[in-house]
């Protein structure tokens, strides 16, 4: 019933920057509050950031004022500035997506995750 697809990801110098996207698709209904996940080898998923679909966000304190999650809600997408990059930011980034009708959740769904590698 969703569809999710990633964009984004790679290979960057510490101290860099890249941007993630996640563009979200649904015939019938609503896509509500995104997010961004992390998850790195031997280690347990972690909440990235998250915003509504008023745009109210969240973040976790280890990324904030280096990461900014928004969207743009014509096209269902989210997105991951992510500046001064280090290495401990290394993993598989997953986008999700929440499918809404009206103000009642539904499901939440997942994109395929993408990774990101930060040289040191």
């Known amino acids: 019933q969703v569809q999710l697809v990633e964009s984004g990801g790679g290979l960057v110098q510490a101290g860099g920057s890249l941007r993630l996207s996640c563009a979200a698709s649904?015939?019938?209904?609503?896509?509500?509050?995104m997010g961004w996940y992390r998850q790195a080898p031997g280690k347990q998923r972690e909440l990235v950031a998250t915003?509504?679909?008023?745009?109210?966000?969240t973040s976790t304190d280890s990324v904030k004022g280096r990461f900014t999650i928004s969207r743009d809600n014509a096209k269902n997408t989210v997105y991951l500035q992510m500046n001064s990059l280090k290495a401990e930011d290394t993993a598989v980034y997953s986008c999700?997506?929440?499918?809404?009708?009206?103000?009642?959740?539904?499901?939440?769904?997942w994109g395929q995750g993408t990774q990101v590698t930060v040289s040191s």
């Open positions: 915003i509504t679909s008023d745009g109210k966000t």
């Open positions: 999700n997506a929440e499918l809404v009708a009206g103000r009642m959740k539904l499901n939440d769904y």
């Open positions: 649904t015939s019938i209904f609503s896509i509500g509050a």
